[in-house]
């Protein structure tokens, strides 16, 4: 049973930084890509980044040069680094398996559809 369950969301200042946790259980995590995704209120959920199991990258355009995520299978666990925080970057930031292809993850296709509760982040002044 796929489970994840975000935490370190915060408040924080324009300019800065934030680490965000995926802690997941219920399947093996060296076998699957994980996703970060974002929703802010009024908008659809977006595909910020994903790390395959070989941990090739992925970001989007908006985040890209100033979000780093990495994983640990040892601790069951992926991060997302944010820096440069921007007010844009607020939302709820959830975590959840994507497909993965030539060891490259895929952010359109999720594995799941099992999501965490989120956690929220908030970049104000």
């Known amino acids: 049973q796929w489970q994840f369950v975000e935490s370190g969301g915060n408040l924080v200042q324009p300019g800065g930084s934030l680490r965000l946790s995926c802690a997941a259980s219920?399947?093996?995590?060296?076998?699957?890509?994980i996703g970060w995704f974002r929703q802010a209120p009024g908008k659809v959920r977006e595909g910020v980044s994903c790390?395959?199991?070989?941990?090739?990258?992925y970001y989007a355009d908006s985040v890209k040069g100033r979000f780093t995520t990495s994983r640990d299978s040892a601790k069951s666990t992926v991060y997302l680094h944010l820096d440069n925080l921007k007010p844009e970057d607020s939302a709820v930031y959830f975590c959840t398996a994507t497909r993965q292809r030539d060891g490259l993850c895929d952010i359109r296709e999720l594995r799941t559809d099992s999501w965490g509760q989120g956690t929220q982040v908030t970049v104000s002044s």
């Open positions: 790390i395959s199991s070989s941990h090739n990258t």
């Open positions: 219920g399947f093996s995590l060296d076998s699957y890509a």
